[in-house]
C-alpha cells in the first residue's frame, strides 16, 4: 500500500539557521508533490508545489528538491523565524483530479 | 471573509447522537472533501464530492455519511457517534481546473463525543 513517511519527531532549531524537513514515500508514482503549512487548531494551508519532472522549487525563503529516485522531497526552510514554527505536511497526488494523499507532518519549532 | 467555513468550529455529544457538520465555500470550487485528523495518524479522507450528483467514499467512509446540498455546501453527518470519532473534522475544495490537486482547507471542527 501507499506510505508517507515524514519525521514524527519534532525538529527544533534556532532563529537564523535552516530547517531542513523531509518526506518519503513508497509504493506512489506521484506527478506531484505539495508541502502544506498547519498550524494548532487550524486547516492545512497550502505552500508550495513540485512536479515530477522538476528537481527544485524556490518560493522566497522555501525551497522544495524532489528525488523520484530515491522516492524522497525535501523542504527547506532558510533564514528561519520563530513564526515559522508549525506542523509541516507533504500530500502526494497523481493528478488529474485523484485524492491527496497525506504524511502524518513534522512539527517545526524555531527558538530564539 | 473565509473562502471556505465550516460549523461549528466546537461540538461536544454523546455517543449514540446524531450529528451533522456544515461546510460552505466562495472559491466556487466543484470538488470538495471531507477528512479528519488524529494525532499520529495524519489526515485521512472521509467522502469527496466532484459535483452534486457526484459522491465518492474515501478510505474511513464507515459510521458517516455525507450530503452535497449545491455547489457551495457539503454536509457531513455522524448519524450515531461514538467515542472512536472524536478528532478535528476538515472540508476542504478543489477547483475543476485545477491540475495539481491543490486543496484548500477550512478551519476544522474539533468533535468530542462522550
Known amino acids: 500500500s501507499q506510505k508517507i513517511e515524514q519525521n514524527s519527531e519534532a525538529l527544533n532549531i534556532q532563529e537564523g539557521k535552516t530547517a531542513t524537513l523531509t518526506c518519503n514515500y513508497t509504493?506512489?508514482?506521484?506527478?506531484?508533490l505539495q508541502w502544506y503549512r498547519q498550524d494548532p487548531g487550524r486547516g492545512p494551508v497550502f505552500l508550495l508545489l513540485?512536479?515530477?519532472?522538476?528537481k527544485e522549487k524556490r518560493k522566497e525563503r522555501l525551497k522544495v528538491t524532489f528525488d523520484t529516485t530515491l522516492k524522497q522531497s525535501l523542504f527547506h526552510i532558510t533564514a528561519s523565524q520563530p513564526a515559522d514554527s508549525a506542523t509541516y505536511l507533504c500530500a502526494l497526488s497523481t493528478g488529474g483530479g485523484n485524492k491527496l494523499t497525506f504524511g502524518t507532518g513534522t512539527q517545526l519549532k524555531v527558538e530564539l | 471573509d473565509a473562502d471556505v467555513t465550516q460549523t461549528p468550529r466546537n461540538r461536544i455529544t454523546k455517543t449514540g447522537k446524531r450529528i451533522m457538520l456544515e461546510c460552505s465555500q466562495t472559491k466556487g470550487h466543484d470538488r470538495m472533501y471531507w477528512y479528519r485528523q488524529d494525532p499520529g495518524l495524519g489526515l485521512r479522507l472521509i467522502y469527496y464530492?466532484?459535483?452534486?450528483?457526484?459522491?465518492n467514499k474515501g478510505e474511513i467512509s464507515d459510521g458517516y455519511s455525507v450530503s452535497r446540498q449545491a455547489q457551495a455546501k457539503f454536509s457531513l453527518s455522524l448519524e450515531s457517534a461514538i467515542p472512536n470519532q472524536t478528532a478535528l473534522y476538515f472540508c476542504?475544495?478543489?477547483?475543476?481546473?485545477?491540475?495539481?490537486?491543490?486543496?484548500?482547507f477550512g478551519p476544522g471542527t474539533r468533535l468530542t463525543v462522550l
Open positions: 513540485i512536479r515530477e519532472n522538476e
Open positions: 509504493n506512489y508514482s506521484p506527478a506531484y
Open positions: 476542504a475544495t478543489r477547483g475543476k481546473a485545477e491540475s495539481t490537486d491543490t486543496q484548500y
Open positions: 464530492s466532484f459535483d452534486v450528483k457526484d459522491i
